[in-house]
């Protein structure tokens, strides 16, 4: 089925045509500073091959350590991969490639393995064995973890410390990827980018490589509540867009069941109330105190995300209540002490004690589980361009996210990435080191900076977590208002600018899909068809952008 997007979309493809300052040479450029990029630069580099990492922010900025409960993977007694593939399958409500999925937990092991190698330091019991806990969708306990709740954050340090130490491998911090760059056979033949503040690389610039790599993370910032840092304003799938790769999947957003709810009007990143909590014993609870999850689901706290979060959305329906409550009070203090610092921490700071009170909670943007599209060796339909991570959709999560998985997959398909970079290299197969490229041609009006507030709100009202034909088609209506620049005026090229042009284009395109897909299915919730269709809709959605506008089938 093929369906011209009736979402609104740029009129040209590309957001600017820069004549570099300044141009830099590479055999591999990485944009992206999470464990999926600095996996796949750090292996990379391991067979001698010169690498760049590209980071819009600081090197550890990106939404990795934000992770809390920590990397799924079949290393306790009598777990398998066999069974970590059952759980992934039933989460991702029949959209998942079994391959991928099958790769994903077989290689998963090993690939922890090698990362502890690299520097990680997970918690262990007293004979040295490494801790493992349970969240959603899980049927045992198979999430390693570190220093309690901050998982993500001891990753974040053990690959930045290897990039760091790393003399050979080259970085540029605060820069913004704009556009690819080909060669005159249409393979990639690197990028452009513009870097913000101090440097001798100011200004717009070009890297010239033979592979480009894209891990930039998610698009949380698309909605006004996320538990994603600033920089996730999906980056890597409007570059990807413009570059005429294909992107799949991009109705199914995650929405977190249990984020620490600060109000009616909080926008921005909120702070996450990881599902290892729940998976310690915490409950879910209305204000009477009742556990509305039992008998919803066999697992009930620990059901997948998508249904906890649709739970917690139906009982502040019937209850009218603005948020639910998580119940850890029987935890004790030593055990958030010890087990949940960070979320302890946090949950103070905004004048909560989870030790004596409940913790009201509410769903918010988590986890885009779509993204651009490859196979299994990272590769997109552009030759030479490869995304991993949260960018990417490699068919692994399908309509929903296993919890802990992503991390996991960054891993694994960071380093199947890294390992054909290296053997293309071997045999000839990557494009010839070179600086004959096409570069951008076509001028796209820049947004202002302050439509990605009015971006956020739209989409929060039309796209979130409850959909319906009215919903989004009002969407489309705003998102095609703030598509018409006003008369005689161009927004100065900046950061804000580009990151608000990429935010709408995304916007587009995940509002395109979830209106064309016509069920509920996974984390993609429509009120006006509350049923599965697998006869009609159990396929994947591959969006491209052809001549300005958005193609959806």
Known sequence: ??????????????????????????????????????????????????????TKAM?????????????????????TPEQHLSDTLVA?????????????????????????????????????????????????????????????????RALVEAVRTDD????IEHALVLDLLTDAKG??????????????????????????????????????????PAVSTGDGVALALRAGAEVADLEFVQFHPTVLWLGPDAEGQQPLISEAVRGEGAHLVDADGVRFMVGQH?????????????????????????????????????????????????????GIDPVTELIPVAPAAHYASGGVRTDLRGHTSVSGLYACGEAACTGVHGANRLASNSLLEGLVFAERIAADIIERD???????????????????????????????RVMTRGVGVLRSADSMAAAVEGLAALAEPEPDKS??????????????LVASALTAAALLREETRGCHWREDAPDRDDENWQKHLITTLDEGRLQVG
């Open 298 to 350: 066999e697992l009930a706290e620990l059901a997948p995300r998508d249904i906890v979060a649709k739970g917690i959305m139906r009982r502040m329906q019937e209850t009218g209540a603005e948020h639910m409550y998580l119940d850890g009070r029987r935890f004790g203090a030593a055990m958030w002490e010890e087990r949940f610092p960070t979320i302890l921490a946090s949950c103070r700071s905004h």
């Open 426 to 456: 071997r045999l000839g197969k990557l494009a010839p080191r070179h600086e004959d490229t096409t570069r951008p041609v076509e001028v796209v009006p820049l947004l202002a900076a302050e439509a990605r507030a009015e971006i956020q």
């Open 59 to 79: 090197l550890d900025d990106g939404s990795t350590r934000w992770a809390q409960g920590g990397i799924a993977a079949a290393l306790g007694e009598g777990d």
């Open 1 to 54: 089925m093929s369906s011209t997007a009736s979402a609104p979309s740029p009129s040209v493809r590309r957001l600017a045509a820069p004549a570099p300052g300044w141009t830099k040479t590479t055999d591999v450029v990485v944009v992206g500073s999470g464990v999926a990029g600095l996996t796949t630069a750090l292996r990379v580099r391991e067979a001698g091959l010169r690498v760049l990492v590209v």
């Open 491 to 504: 927004e100065f090229p900046q950061v804000e600018t580009w990151e608000a042009t990429n935010l709408h």
């Open 92 to 156: 991702g409500a029949g959209l998942c490639d079994e391959e991928a999925v099958r790769m994903l937990v077989t290689e998963g092991p090993g690939a922890v393995r090698r990362l502890i190698a690299t520097g990680a330091t997970f918690d262990r019991d007293d004979e040295g064995e490494i801790l493992l806990t349970r969240e959603g969708g899980h049927h045992r306990r198979r999430i390693a973890h570190a220093g309690g709740d901050a998982t993500g954050a001891e990753i974040s």
């Open 187 to 228: 393979r990639t033949a690197g990028l452009t980018l513009h870097v913000m503040g101090e440097g001798q690389r100011d200004g717009v610039g070009a890297v010239h490589a033979r592979a480009v790599v894209l891990a930039t993370g998610g698009l949380g910032q698309v909605f006004s509540a996320t538990t994603n």
């Open 168 to 171: 050979d491998l080259e970085l």
